[in-house]
């Protein structure tokens, strides 16, 4: 079956740093990745995607790549801000079905200290 | 432009108690959809409906009902609360990974 795996948090960091947080999968056929932000008090909102093999989606600064050798999707910002503290969440769909259900991981809470 | 609006933001129930989370959209989108949201588990999908009249269960729907009478409204039923269903619940709409997501219920169940 489709499953998103991803690295437990917090992760805690200063800012200006660098940011990575891992995202694997597990899937049939050839799926669409996304990554998904929650800032505190509100739902999800689409932060990137990629839609085949190396495929690079990026969105206010992160970047992500699909490697399909590895099955992985990590989420990386080059110097990140406390305005990106939020719960960050790997997902990813297969297409083709009547109705398409997105598969997510379990969200990697990231606070950046000033 | 409210997009899709929650209702209530706090809710407190007791073991047993019935009650009904609402959800709106404004978007005229046909799918709607029903997540919970637990710790260390992710978000999980309840029921969804691809147009009034029409709801199909998701990953966990036991204890809950929803029905789809016009495409604005998709309401989910707690007939008989548990403290299993303590968590935070999200309505969306859209298709595929465009969903739009309300800004939740967080429901506890003593």
């Known amino acids: 079956g489709n499953s998103v795996t991803q690295m437990e948090g917090p992760v805690t960091l200063s800012e200006e740093a660098f940011l990575t947080i891992n995202c694997t999968y597990t899937?049939?056929?050839?799926?669409?990745l996304f990554w998904y932000v929650q800032y505190p008090g509100e739902g999800l909102q689409l932060l990137l995607k990629a839609t085949k093999a190396d495929d690079k989606g990026s969105n206010k600064g992160f970047e992500a790549t699909y490697r399909k050798e590895t099955t992985s999707f990590h989420l990386e910002k080059g110097s990140v801000q406390v305005s990106d503290s939020a719960v960050y969440f790997c997902?990813?769909?297969?297409?083709?079905?009547?109705?398409?259900?997105?598969?997510f991981g379990t969200g990697t809470l990231l606070a950046v200290q000033p | 432009n409210a997009g899709v609006t929650q209702t209530p933001k706090f809710q407190v129930l007791k073991t047993g108690q019935s009650m009904t989370l609402q959800c709106a959209q404004d978007?005229?989108?046909?799918?709607m959809s029903w997540y919970r949201q637990d710790p260390g588990m992710g978000l999980r999908l309840i029921h969804y409906?691809?147009?009034?009249?029409?709801?199909d269960q998701g990953e966990v729907p036991n204890g809950y009902n929803v029905s789809r009478s016009t495409t604005e409204d998709f309401p989910l039923r707690l007939l008989s609360a548990a403290p299993s269903q303590t968590s935070v619940y999200f309505c969306?709409?859209?298709?595929?990974?465009?969903?739009?997501f309300g800004s939740g219920t967080q429901l506890s169940v003593l």
């Open positions: 978007m005229n989108h046909e799918y």
């Open positions: 409906s691809v147009g009034a009249g029409i709801t």
């Open positions: 997902a990813l769909l297969n297409y083709g079905g009547a109705t398409n259900k997105l598969i």
């Open positions: 899937a049939t056929g050839y799926p669409s």
């Open positions: 969306a709409t859209g298709l595929n990974e465009k969903l739009f």
